[in-house]
């Protein structure tokens, strides 16, 4: 009797072994997703400097949940030029005349002449558009990307969401936003036009997390610089 129980004991705990050598072996062989290597930025800066030289409120993520990792801020403040012939405007010439990035970016693009105007007199009217894009990865591991622009909002759309065909629209909180999506990038985009600023939420995300960091946006007042007093 003894000799039996002795046995079948022996047996349970080999058993017991063998359970557990084979839940060792899938934790080591299944990859695990794990954040912390993973390089995290502090944007708050580039808020600061925004709110004072942005001419529009600039719209800061607040209350995301653990997980939403910030990789990525750039600002690019660029200068644009309205010309009008005879009280007609035409198109925007737009030059980069500074950058601000916390990542390294390649050049995109270059700068084109401006067509040539019609006859007659001209005037022009100078300003600044100022970019931000501010990167995240998401809880899924996934990539998106908060970007917003006092830019034409037509080319500031169709550029950052690499399309300008709208596929819907989503309710984020009470406000409907307008929906694109590139099948051969597997980027989905939220775009929202507010007057003065365009706002676009894109990236690999789904449209679930894309929506989350869309809804967390507040807009942030913008600083007025002190005026310094003149030497007496």
């Known amino acids: 009797m003894s000799v039996r129980f002795a046995q ?5 705990i080999v058993a017991m072994l063998v359970c557990l050598a084979a839940v060792a072996v899938f934790l080591v062989i299944t990859p695990q ?6 390089p995290k930025i502090d944007y708050q800066p580039a808020v600061w400097e925004l709110r004072r030289q942005a001419p529009y409120p600039v719209h800061v993520p607040e209350g995301l949940p653990a997980g ?3 990789t990525s801020s750039r600002v690019e403040t660029t200068e644009i030029e309205t010309k009008s012939v005879k009280g007609v405007e035409h198109e925007t010439e737009t030059v980069t005349v500074d950058t601000i990035t916390t990542e390294p970016d390649p050049a995109e693009g270059s700068e084109t002449a401006s067509p040539d105007a019609e006859a007659g007199s001209e005037d022009g009217a100078k300003g600044e558009a100022v970019t931000w894009r ?5 809880p ?16 500031f759309a169709n550029r950052m969401a690499n399309s300008d065909k709208p596929v819907g629209t989503q309710q984020v909180g009470s406000v ?5 999506f590139r099948e051969d990038k597997k980027q989905r985009t939220l775009i929202l036009k507010r007057p003065g600023v365009t706002l676009v939420v894109t990236g690999t995300a789904g449209w679930e997390e894309l929506g989350r960091l869309a809804v967390s946006l507040r807009a942030e ?4 610089p002190t005026p310094v007093p ?3």
């Open 8 to 12: 079948g004991f022996s047996g349970y």
């Open 68 to 70: 939403w990792i910030p």
């Open 221 to 224: 007042t913008p600083v007025t």
């Open 33 to 38: 997703r794990d954040t912390q290597h993973i």
């Open 140 to 155: 899924l591991l996934e990539h998106a990307m908060l970007a917003q622009s006092n830019e034409d909002p037509t080319e």
């Open 230 to 232: 003149s030497a007496s």
């Open 134 to 138: 501010l990167g995240f990865t998401t």
């Open 176 to 180: 409907t936003w307008e929906q694109r």
